[in-house]
Every structure is written in structure tokens, then in C-alpha cells.
């Protein structure tokens, strides 16, 4: 079974910050006896996609996909994600907050669509299908290359803007879109009340619509991207289970664990340490304890941010011989 912990690989800086004395048996044993790996650091959706059967274009097509589920039709048109997002400007670097935590109400993002689609006109035109999951309709495909929204969230976005031979004009409207939203009355009114300003959009996801592959498989999962990917394969999309039980291990299924995903994005040390607290009492403690019955094809612990992965098989259930370190060196 193939489980997907975002950001349970961390930062250096989290990692120090988070584990001083902290022990958590469960996950230092699996830990210790399983095969640390390096995988794709694309984020969530690119290694769901995969696993699945979704071909990679020049990016993974989530747009069209979300769109469906979204309600609309994809057609044989070239869709991304342009979602609303706030960035901040710190002393160095530029970091994104993006829409999860955000609190966009549907009129605020009709209206802010509306803005920049007057302006712009055919070239940037979103759709705000969702408050939090924004769209563009392309003729043809544009030679551009993006990185998730889930990816950029809580980083400095320099090194994860688009890139490609239609990047530099991209990159030009979206610069002219922070402008324009600048003193929108949307974002006045929402600084007046605390909240962030919707100044950005962030592009990813880009493709057309592609073959759907099938599956029988289950599909854990909350978040509404993963879950949209999952019915498109026709796949059993169903909630996440309070906690570990054997009898999920019983189909090739995948588990999105998505606990540590906010207070990972955003260095929250205390949120990520108690995070990771509930996961080892819901999750790696009984997984410790089903290793043994997790049949040919063991488990897959997957960081699909951090670009790490832990496989396991059931005769590392049996290897006592190594022996877990301290949390912090074997996160590293």
C-alpha cells in the first residue's frame, strides 16, 4: 500500500526545532528497518498521478481533470489551474500563503476573476469555478512548465515560478495582475477585517483532458485535488479511517496522509511535532505491528514534497538488528 505523508521529511531548521526529546518508537523502528530512498519532490498530485496512470504532458494534467469535478467540461482544450494566492515579501525572498488558508469567499473570487478577466481580456481570463481553485482555458498549449501550488505554499517562489519559451510572458501578466489587484476593493475590504489580500495567481497543472485509466483500487483522502484524480480513474474514493486497521492492507491501495501538510508548509514546529504525535499513535504503531502481514508488496511511506521514501517489506519485521537512532538523524 502506498502512503502519502507530505513534509514527513522536513526542513533542517524544522526538524531541530521540532524534535528536541522527542521519541516516538513506532516510526523510529519502521524508520530503522526499512529502505530510505529518494523519490520526486513534485508534490502530491505528480506522484498520485503516477501511481495512478495519469501521463505526465508537460505537466501533470490536473486543471482538466479538477475542472470536471469541478462541474465544467474539460473539452479537448488546454487547461491550468490559476489559482488565487497571497505573497508575502520578506526581507529575501517572496513566500507563498496559498488559498487553503486564505478563507475566499465565491463572491470575493467572482469578483476578482471578473477584475482581471476585464483586463486582460482572452489572454488571462480565470474562471472561478471554486473560491479556491481558479481555471484558464487556452487554445493551444503554451511551452510552459509549472510546479504545484502545494509545492510552492510556504517557500520563496523564485526558483518555482514557471518556466519555459511562454514563461517571460507569463511571468508579465502575472506581474501586471499583482498591480492591478493591489487596491481592488475586494482586498480593501479584507485587509480592513484582518484578513490576507488575494495579490496573485499561481499557474500549475497545466493539460488537456487526458485518457482516463481505471482502477479498482481504494483511495484515502480529504484533500479535494486527490480526490478528483481518484474518481477520474474510477477509483473508490472514500473518507480517511480515524486509524490504522489491518484490513486496509488487504488491497494495493493508496492513503493520503496529509497531517503534517499546513505546519510543514508554514515551519509551525509545534503543530508539525503534534502532528506527528497523532500519527504515531493512529498510524505507525499499528503498521509496526501489521509489517509482518503486509503481504508481496509491502508498504510505500511516501514525502512526495521533500523527495523521500521509505519502502518496507514484511521481512523487515524481523530485522532487530537494526536498531532506530534518534528521530532527528534518521529524518534527516
Not at 505528480?46 to 479538477?66: F, H, K, M, T
Not at 479498482?216 to 480526490?227: E, S, V
Not at 484524480?229 to 480517511?240: D, K
Amino acid at each position: 500500500m502506498l502512503f502519502l505523508i507530505p513534509h514527513l521529511f522536513p526542513s533542517a531548521w524544522l526538524l531541530e526545532a521540532a524534535t528536541q526529546d522527542l521519541r516516538l518508537p513506532a516510526l523510529q523502528t519502521l524508520l530503522a528497518r526499512g529502505t530510505r530512498q529518494s523519490s520526486p519532490a513534485e508534490g502530491m498530485e505528480a506522484i498520485l498521478c503516477e501511481a495512478l496512470g495519469i501521463a505526465r504532458q508537460q505537466d501533470w494534467p490536473v486543471a482538466p481533470i479538477s475542472l470536471e469535478a469541478d462541474g465544467d467540461v474539460a473539452g479537448e482544450a488546454y487547461w491550468l489551474r490559476a489559482d488565487p494566492v497571497h505573497l508575502r515579501v520578506m526581507r529575501d525572498r517572496i513566500v507563498l500563503a496559498d488559498s487553503d488558508t486564505l478563507e475566499l469567499t465565491q463572491p470575493e473570487a467572482d469578483a476578482l476573476a471578473a477584475t482581471i478577466g476585464q483586463h486582460f481580456g482572452a489572454n488571462l481570463s480565470p474562471i472561478a469555478h471554486h473560491p479556491k481553485r481558479w481555471y484558464l482555458q487556452l487554445d493551444t498549449a503554451p511551452r510552459l512548465t509549472t510546479h504545484a501550488r502545494s509545492v510552492a505554499a510556504g517557500c520563496d517562489i523564485d526558483p518555482l515560478l514557471p518556466y519555459g519559451d511562454d514563461a517571460m510572458q507569463f511571468r508579465a501578466w502575472l506581474n501586471e495582475v499583482q498591480m492591478l489587484l493591489h487596491d481592488h476593493p475586494v482586498n480593501l475590504a479584507r485587509e480592513a477585517r484582518g484578513a490576507l489580500p488575494i495579490n496573485a495567481l499561481w499557474l500549475w497543472g497545466g493539460g488537456c483532458l487526458p485518457v482516463a485509466p481505471t482502477s479498482t483500487a481504494p483511495l484515502y483522502a480529504r484533500n479535494a485535488d486527490a480526490r478528483a484524480l481518484g474518481a477520474f480513474c474510477a477509483m473508490r474514493v472514500l473518507p480517511i479511517p480515524e486509524r490504522m486497521d489491518i484490513s486496509l492492507l488487504e488491497t494495493a491501495g493508496v492513503m493520503l496522509l496529509d497531517n503534517l501538510t499546513h505546519a510543514g508548509q508554514y515551519g509551525d514546529a509545534y503543530g508539525w511535532r503534534e502532528a506527528l504525535r497523532g500519527l504515531e499513535r493512529d498510524w505507525f504503531v499499528p503498521l509496526q505491528d501489521a509489517l509482518r502481514r503486509s503481504g508481496p508488496e509491502g508498504l510505500i511511506l511516501n514525502d512526495p514534497v521533500n523527495g523521500k521514501t521509505l519502502r518496507l517489506h514484511a521481512s523487515d519485521a524481523w530485522k532487530f538488528w537494526r536498531r532506530p537512532r534518534d528521530l532527528a538523524s534518521m529524518l534527516a
